[in-house]
């Protein structure tokens, strides 16, 4: 069972670590990986790899300082009054609460806000692009996007933002520190390399599950049997949120290991349509196969970070649970009214079970048990300025 947890990738290491999975939560002891690089050393429980952090951009504790400076300063944006952290709040695991964000300028964002934890881990970034594969990439994003604005920026006004960053003498001394083998270090490469160290930071290990699997806590019978079902056949939650990060699909029944899925949320059109300009993966790459197709979520800290799904349309883990339940989702009014449980691009995966009010507490409470309350309140991740 517990094996289900972890991507094939730890499976290996943990079989030796606890013996072939028979003994008890305790085995997997709380040691801790140590990174290669001198400058910043990964304190992480034995289940989590080593992240990749690109060879242009070591961590160091200088770097990680300045990018957390920068994260939370509204000076990043064009009119001085939004942040990354506007939109990313460490109290809801750096989600903002809000089905569509609003950007600098007053547009709506077309998705729900991500959870930035764990961040350094993840294969590809936002919710439907394979393309985007690094922190630093998916940065631009936020920082240059038109389509809604977000931050504002443009290739006429970034220097002015860089002016405005240099002004401030503390600030300048810390892209010194940061980089110290630059003459000129205040680029936007380096504000967008600091913010992605910052951002590999973010780690979210200590979780009440984290410490059950450490042998620190035990579950109650509710979270355990939510477990039971988490990781069973009839819910098959774990067949695509499975892995240390509650995010890594096993092979589906065609044998293909893919972290995008369409779960069945719409079906505009009855041939399994999305409502643009959330068609997922298709918007890349324009295959009828990749209709609906958004990268699994990481489930943890899921507690804290509702509204759920891409467009924030479904409110409340109870809804999620029906909705998986139902094996997608019937609209039957409005603009995007169609029958998402006869999508034909549906993951085979999502093909409902029943459930009784106390099966859906007990998956609830499990839930509950990825909430990691050091993680969002630990003042390291804070705004220094407060
Ligand atoms: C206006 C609100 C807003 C602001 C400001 C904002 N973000 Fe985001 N962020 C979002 C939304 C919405 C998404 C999901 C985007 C998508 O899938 O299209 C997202 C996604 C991300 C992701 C991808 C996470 C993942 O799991 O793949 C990262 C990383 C990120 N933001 C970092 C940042 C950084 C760094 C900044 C500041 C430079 C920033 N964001 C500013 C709203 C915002
Ligand atoms: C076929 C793979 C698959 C299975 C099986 C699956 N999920 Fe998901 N899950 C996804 C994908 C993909 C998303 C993102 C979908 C989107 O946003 O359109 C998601 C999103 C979610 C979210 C929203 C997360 C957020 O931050 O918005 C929750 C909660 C969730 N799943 C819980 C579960 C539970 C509980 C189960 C078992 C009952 C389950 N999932 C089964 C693929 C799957």
Redesign the pocket.
């Known amino acids: 069972m517990r094996l289900a947890f972890l991507s094939a990738a730890a499976l290996l290491s943990v079989l030796t670590a606890c013996g072939g999975g028979a003994s008890g939560p305790a085995a997997m002891d709380a040691a801790t990986t140590q990174g290669s690089s001198a400058a910043w050393a990964w304190s992480l429980p034995s289940y989590f790899p080593l992240p990749v952090v690109p060879a242009d951009n070591p961590m160091s504790e200088a770097k990680f300082q300045l990018g957390r400076s920068l994260?939370y300063d509204m000076r990043?944006?064009v009119n001085g009054i939004?942040?990354?952290a506007?939109?990313?709040i460490q109290s809801k695991a750096f989600t903002?609460g809000l089905a569509?964000?609003?950007?600098?300028t007053g547009e709506f964002?077309?998705?729900?806000?991500?959870?930035?934890g764990n961040?350094a881990w993840?294969n590809?970034?936002?919710?439907?692009?394979p393309d985007v594969t690094t922190?630093e990439q998916?940065?631009v994003?936020?920082?240059f996007a038109e389509h809604p604005v977000?931050?504002g920026l443009t290739p006429a006004n970034q220097d002015a933002m860089l002016a405005r960053l240099g002004n401030d003498h503390k600030l300048n001394a810390m892209f010194f520190a940061a980089f110290p083998a630059e003459v000129a270090p205040l680029t936007l490469s380096n504000v967008i390399k600091s913010?992605a160290a910052f951002?590999r930071g973010l780690i979210t290990a200590d979780s009440h599950y984290d410490r059950f699997l450490q042998g620190k806590e035990t579950l109650t019978a509710t979270e355990l049997r939510g477990k039971e079902l988490f990781f069973g056949d009839a819910a098959k939650c774990s067949r695509c949120h499975g892995g240390f990060n509650f995010d890594a699909p096993l092979s589906d029944p065609g044998g293909n290991l893919t972290f995008f899925q369409n779960t069945g949320l719409y079906n505009i059109d009855g041939a399994g349509g999305f409502p643009a300009p959330n068609r997922g993966v298709f918007e890349i790459t324009g295959q009828a196969a990749d209709m609906g197709k958004f990268?699994v979520a990481?489930l943890r800290n899921v507690a804290l970070t509702a509204p759920y799904m891409?467009d924030g349309s479904v409110v409340t883990l109870e809804d999620v649970i029906d909705f998986y339940a139902a094996g997608g989702r019937l609209l039957t009014t409005g603009r995007d009214a169609g029958d998402g449980r006869l999508n034909p691009y549906k993951s085979p995966l999502i093909s409902g079970f029943t459930m009784t009010g106390q099966d859906k507490n007990d998956l609830i409470a499990f839930l509950k048990t990825l909430t990691d309350n050091t993680f969002i309140t630990n003042s390291r991740l804070s705004n220094p300025s407060q």
């Open positions: 994260f990043l944006s939004q942040s990354c506007s939109c990313h903002d569509l964000s609003r950007g600098a964002t077309n998705r729900n806000v991500q959870p930035l961040s993840h590809s970034y936002t919710w439907g692009r922190l998916q940065m994003i936020p920082l977000e931050m913010i951002q990268r990481s891409h």
